[in-house]
């Protein structure tokens, strides 16, 4: 009888010690993989970047501003926010050792490219977004560099994105970033929504 009692308490602990792993958020598998996070591109192996964060600039969403963000997640190799809407804007905040400029691009990105060997002539050709003007990150805004979006009209679509940072006209670091539908309300939404406003 004990015998059959410890066996079957050893049971119920399986059971659940099972259990609480199914609800412990710590062992769940991180599903972002390597979205969001920084790799280096230099021949040496490291970046001047030391820190980045990315913000969503779509009116239609709610979401924490840079303050916010950077009071919650601080700067390091990886961004809290890497998923954005077709069409929509997003911010891109550096901290870098240097002042040098910078200039950021985002591609399609090609897991059978060599993104470390791509030439800043090349990047231009097939990028979908970049920065105006090389600048260098905003000290007095978090390190701001400036927009990006993924737009339809430039033949932007779902799916996975690099966004590619060059300094001296060589790549520096790069971050994939995931491109989702767009959930922005279209401009009949947005004249029926006026309307109901004045009513």
């Not at 799916?159 to 279209?186: D, H, N, Q």
Request: proline fraction near 4%.
């Amino acid at each position: 009888m004990k015998r059959f009692f410890v066996l079957l308490c050893a049971a119920v602990m399986c059971v659940m010690c099972t259990a609480c792993d199914l609800f412990d958020s710590s062992s769940k598998k991180d599903t972002r993989g390597d979205l969001g996070k920084l790799t280096a591109l230099t021949p040496y192996g490291s970046t001047v970047i030391t820190g980045v964060q990315l913000e969503h600039q779509g009116s239609w969403r709610d979401d924490p501003e840079i303050e916010e963000i950077a009071k919650e997640h601080g700067f390091s190799d990886t961004s809290e926010f890497y998923e954005f809407e077709l069409d929509e804007f997003f911010e891109i905040y550096i901290k870098s050792s240097t002042r040098d400029n910078l200039t950021n691009y985002i591609v399609k990105f090609d897991e059978n490219k060599d993104y470390k060997t791509i030439t800043e002539d090349e990047i231009n050709r097939i990028c979908i977004d970049k920065t105006p003007w090389d600048t260098a990150p905003d000290e007095n805004h978090y390190g701001d560099m400036g927009g990006l979006s993924v737009d339809k009209k430039d033949g932007g679509s779902t799916g996975v994105y690099a966004l590619v940072i060059f300094r001296f006209g060589k790549p520096e670091a790069m971050m994939k970033i995931k491109i989702v539908p767009s959930t922005a309300p279209s401009a009949s939404d947005v004249l029926k929504e006026l309307e109901k406003q004045k009513k």
